[in-house]
Structure formats: structure tokens, C-alpha cells
């Protein structure tokens, strides 16, 4: 088995989809590749073929090497559903919401699970493409680590270090990095890349060169902006953009503070008659919106409360007083029912919150969380649905007599009295070509004859060739297989 973990020199400088698009060109040199994150921190998570959940990333990146995502693609994932706390999956599956200051403690058990699942990936692939999380300069984290540097000296995995040129100071964000680096940190170090550079690259020729005097390390690349990336679901709730698109049909989504599974809107937001707005804190949700979308959370009933300090709640009353449409998926579902019930404190504190009363259900959270693959039908228009569900807490009441879909002949969400009000658990669901196109059609818009998932599969292969073009792949081939030979 070669390996070849990426690292950042900070945060959102373009990791994953390297990494994505890496793998989806080692592929099409012939060779069996496997990604791997030791440890995510996300609330768009993706439900595995084994039954578990890993960030959406690493499903993403499972997608580009052809094969289907399972949990020890992303051992560790931790879900925060506070400011302060985060649940703590491990290979899949739920083990304790912890406080922040309590992680550090519990760190030390997760590097053996860790370094299972790496080895179990190892032993199918000629080569695994590792990811990184945050940044190796965070040395006042270093000790337990299992993200970067700690996972990469465990494993004897080498290291490219990618810098952003795009948010500024890319020379020093890596000879910084270089600098702060325990020496045997840094030797695991083979070479940096440089991201999403526009322009003349002879205009940074020198910063270049400057970079591998100042560090010792050798350049592999310098990645011009790649303008498809968009096309490609985002993991992180900093990339949703404001306003998508430009037609007729308006779609508008309350941006959550713990807003989850977001890239459900990537399809409507990639539909030419689809204008999309994202809502962000301080914002009025627009009046001329047909469809406001309730999107999932990692933690409804705080979210219910940051909905109506936001004045949301106001906004959507008069949405749906005009005529409007309104679309709660998973937790935005529960958000819709009389009240929501956490007897035992799994999302905070434990209690009662009373729930926007738009349809006439009621929640109940459970430990049990349920983590499945779900072959549905849309009742309204008889098409067939392929999503997940990844949610705790159980919903019912008269509403359900007028479920939004079918599931196994059992009835799947509800709608409202007047049809205009619709709740379901299913994510994922606009992905499928044929619902997307049905449903907006039944809402007054219009669909194209986009194909979601095959554009996502051609933007994968432009990622590879553009990688193909402006990075020295053979080099980093070369050093990945060092790792099997050390």
C-alpha cells in the first residue's frame, strides 16, 4: 500500500476537493484508491453502505475513486451541536456528546480505532490519499493529535502541505508552518502545492522558489482557480453562497447555526430556472420566495430558537399567508410540529420547545438514532425517491394521515390540511433527476434536463485533468509509494 496524506496550512484551503480530484486521477491510471480522513468535524454527514455515517466529503471523495463510501473512510467524525460541544462518532456510529475542553482526554482511545480502519482501507488499495483537518501550525494542539501530524508520524505517512494563494500570504502560511514544526513533524514533510492561484503564474515565480529556500521542501504544484468547483457539493456551511442562479422560480433556505446536510439544495441551486437564496443571520427571508426550504440541523430546538431571534418564524407566517410553499427536511421537519420533546437532554439541556405549529405532528427525541439508505415514493406525484435518512427523534400525529412519501408501503413525512406545508426525513432527495423535475413542476417551476449525478461525475474527471495539468503527479506517486516501502 502507498500513502500520501494533505495537509493545510489553514483551514478551507481547498483539502478535500484536492484530495477528491487527486484520487479521481490515480484512478484513471489504473490503480484501486481509497480516501480516508482520521477525523472530520462537520454536520454534513453521509450515511455509509455499512450502515454508519462519515463526513460528505469523504463520501465525495469514495465517489471519484469509484467505490462505495464505508466508516473507516472517516473514523472520527464529531458533529458539533454547540458552541462548546460536539457529538463524538467513531467508525460510524455514535459514542458521547462531549464539551470541547473534554475532547483532549478522550482523543488517546480514538488513535487505535484510527489506525484500524487505515490498515483495513490499506489492505484493498494500492494507494490510500489521506486528509488532513485544520492546520499542523496549531502546535498548541499537537499533543494527541490524530488529525494531522500525530496521525501521520502513527502511521509513517508522508505529507504534502497545500497553501491558498487566494485568501493572501500563501508564503507565509507555509514557511510559517515550517517554522513552528517540530523537526520530526517536519520531516514526514515531502513538498508543498499552492491553491486556486488566478493570473500570469510567472507572476509568482520567485514566491516560489522563495517558498522551497525558506522551507526545504519541493514544490509539486500551483493549481489555478478551478471554476467548476461549485458543481461539486460543499462540505462546509462557510461556502454557502448567498444568492445561485438567476431564474424564475425562487427557492429561499434560512442558513441554520447548526445547519446540516446542506448540500440537499446542490441540485435545486444547479437548475437554470432555479434562483436560490441562502438567508444568513440579520436577513429577512425574501417576500417573493415560492418555496422556503427548512433545512436539516445537528440540533433542532436550538435551532427553533436562533430561527425566532432572527425573526424567521415572522417571515415564514407571512410566506405561506401569501400563498407560499414550505419544505422542512429532518430537523426543518420537526421544526414544523407543535412541539419537539427531549425528556432525556440528547440535542442540550432536557425539555419541551414548542414548535412552530405549522403542522399538526409532534417529536419526540430518542437515543436511537436511525442511519439507513431509503428507497421512497412521492405520494403527490408517484415518483420514486433514492435518500437517506440520518436523524434521533420520532415524529407523529394527524398530519401523518397525508404523508409526504412512502417507504416499504409505510406512510414518510407529512402535509398540511391545504397541502402547502410539507415535513420529511429524507435527504438527498432533489439528487434524483426525476423527483427534482416532478416536484418543482407541481410547484409552478421549471426543470431542465439536468442529469445532478452525471454532472458531478464529469466535473470529478475535469478536476483530475486540470490536477493532471498543473501538479507533478508522478513525483507524488513516487513518494506515496515510499511509504510502503519505509
Same mark, same amino acid.
Given at each position: ?124 488499495? *494500492? %494507494?490510500?490519499?489521506?486528509? &488532513? #483537518? /485544520? ?10 493529535? +490524530? $488529525? =494531522? ?89 462557510? *461556502? %454557502?453562497?448567498?444568492?445561485? &442562479? #438567476? /431564474? ?10 447548526? +445547519? $446540516? =446536510? ?225
Amino acid at each position: 500500500m502507498g500513502a500520501l496524506m494533505v495537509q493545510g496550512a489553514g483551514s478551507n484551503v481547498g483539502k478535500s476537493m484536492l484530495v477528491a480530484g487527486l484520487a479521481r486521477a490515480f484512478v484513471r491510471r489504473g490503480l484501486a484508491v481509497r480516501p480516508f480522513k482520521p477525523q472530520n468535524m462537520s454536520n454534513n454527514a453521509a450515511v455509509t453502505a455499512d450502515g454508519g455515517e462519515i463526513g460528505r466529503a469523504q463520501a465525495l471523495q469514495a465517489l471519484a475513486c469509484g467505490v462505495e463510501p464505508v466508516v473507516d473512510m472517516n473514523p472520527v467524525l464529531l458533529k458539533p451541536e454547540t458552541e462548546t460541544g460536539a457529538q463524538v462518532v467513531v467508525q460510524g456510529q455514535r459514542v458521547a456528546t462531549v464539551a470541547a475542553r473534554d475532547y483532549a482526554g478522550l482523543k488517546p482511545r480514538l488513535l487505535a480505532p484510527v489506525l484500524e480502519s487505515f490498515q483495513r482501507l490499506g489492505d484493498q488499495a *494500492d %494507494l490510500v490519499l489521506v486528509e &488532513g #483537518a /485544520g492546520s499542523p501550525a496549531e502546535v498548541n494542539l499537537r499533543a494527541g493529535d +490524530i $488529525a =494531522n501530524m500525530g496521525f501521520a508520524r502513527a502511521a509513517g505517512c508522508p505529507v504534502l502541505l497545500l497553501g491558498d494563494i487566494d485568501r493572501g500570504g500563501v508564503i507565509a502560511q507555509l514557511v510559517g508552518t515550517r517554522a513552528v514544526l517540530d523537526p520530526a513533524d517536519a520531516a514526514l514533510i515531502h513538498g508543498f502545492a499552492i491553491n486556486k492561484f488566478r493570473g500570469d503564474p510567472a507572476l509568482f515565480e520567485d514566491g516560489y522558489r522563495l517558498i522551497e529556500a525558506r522551507t526545504g521542501w519541493r514544490g509539486f504544484g500551483l493549481v489555478p482557480w478551478f471554476a467548476e468547483a461549485g458543481r461539486l457539493p460543499a462540505e462546509d456551511a462557510l *461556502d %454557502l453562497r448567498g444568492t445561485q &442562479g #438567476a /431564474g424564475a422560480f425562487h427557492i429561499a433556505c434560512p442558513v441554520l447555526s447548526r +445547519i $446540516a =446536510n446542506f448540500d440537499d439544495l446542490d441540485p435545486l441551486a444547479q437548475e437554470p430556472g432555479v434562483r436560490l437564496s441562502m438567508v444568513r443571520a440579520g436577513e429577512a427571508i425574501p417576500g417573493d420566495a415560492d418555496l422556503v426550504v427548512l433545512p436539516g440541523t445537528k440540533s433542532t430546538r436550538g435551532d427553533l430558537a436562533y430561527l425566532r431571534a432572527q425573526g424567521w418564524d415572522i417571515d415564514i407566517t407571512a410566506h405561506l399567508r401569501r400563498g407560499g410553499r414550505l419544505l422542512g427536511l429532518c430537523g426543518g421537519y420537526q421544526m414544523l410540529g407543535r412541539r419537539i420533546v427531549d425528556r432525556d437532554g440528547l440535542e442540550g439541556p432536557a425539555g419541551v420547545t414548542e414548535g412552530l405549529g405549522l403542522l399538526d405532528i409532534e417529536t419526540e427525541m430518542v437515543p436511537e438514532k436511525r442511519l439507513t439508505r431509503v428507497n421512497a415514493r412521492h405520494v403527490d406525484t408517484g415518483c420514486e425517491i433514492r435518500g437517506y435518512e440520518i436523524h434521533i427523534g420520532r415524529s407523529d400525529g394527524p398530519d401523518r394521515a397525508r404523508p409526504f412519501a412512502e417507504v416499504a408501503g409505510r406512510p414518510e413525512g407529512a402535509i398540511s390540511r391545504d397541502g402547502r406545508v410539507m415535513g420529511s426525513y429524507l435527504h438527498g432527495l432533489f439528487a434524483d433527476d426525476g423527483f427534482r423535475a416532478a416536484f418543482l413542476g407541481r410547484l409552478g417551476g421549471q426543470a431542465s434536463a439536468l442529469g445532478y449525478g452525471a454532472r458531478v461525475e464529469e466535473t470529478l474527471d475535469a478536476l483530475a485533468a486540470h490536477l493532471e495539468r498543473h501538479m507533478d503527479l508522478d513525483g507524488l506517486l513516487a513518494v506515496a509509494k515510499s511509504a510502503d516501502e519505509s
